[in-house]
């Protein structure tokens, strides 16, 4: 059993940055691999990034490769998601959710745990 709760997000003007952070409860953090998620407005949950047990792995959608970077600090349970090059359609509530594996997949039902949310908004 984990819990997670994600913070940085907020309002910024495309092109700016932002730096999400997922805090994880419990040392079990170790053991899971971690993602990142986002739904739109009128869109379903989409992948973002995955980061292995280590952090020795990661993994991007098409969509934000080369502009985002997925991180973890297993000392301080925290898993991270710098947000470069911001564009509008990157608008969304962003999700924390945690895999009890070594590495996680692309999709929603292979993670068990999730996190409350936190938006960010880019205008143009």
């Known amino acids: 059993q984990v819990q997670l709760v994600e913070s940085g997000g907020g309002l910024v003007q495309a092109g700016g940055s932002l730096r999400l952070s997922c805090a994880a409860s419990?040392?079990?953090?170790?053991?899971?691999?971690m993602g990142w998620f986002r739904q739109a407005p009128g869109k379903e949950r989409e992948f973002v990034a995955t980061?292995?047990?280590?952090?020795?792995?990661?993994y991007y959608a098409d969509s934000v490769k080369g502009r985002f970077t997925i991180s973890r600090d297993n000392g301080k349970n925290t898993v991270y998601l710098q947000m470069n090059s911001l564009k509008p359609e990157d608008t969304a509530v962003y999700y924390c959710?945690?895999?009890?594996?070594?590495?996680?997949?692309?999709?929603?039902?292979?993670?068990?745990?999730w996190g409350q949310g936190t938006q960010v908004t880019v205008s143009s």
């Open positions: 959710a945690a895999n009890p594996g070594v590495v996680a997949g692309v999709e929603r039902y292979e993670y068990d745990y």
């Open positions: 980061i292995s047990w280590s952090g020795g792995t990661t």
């Open positions: 419990g040392r079990t953090f170790r053991r899971y691999a």
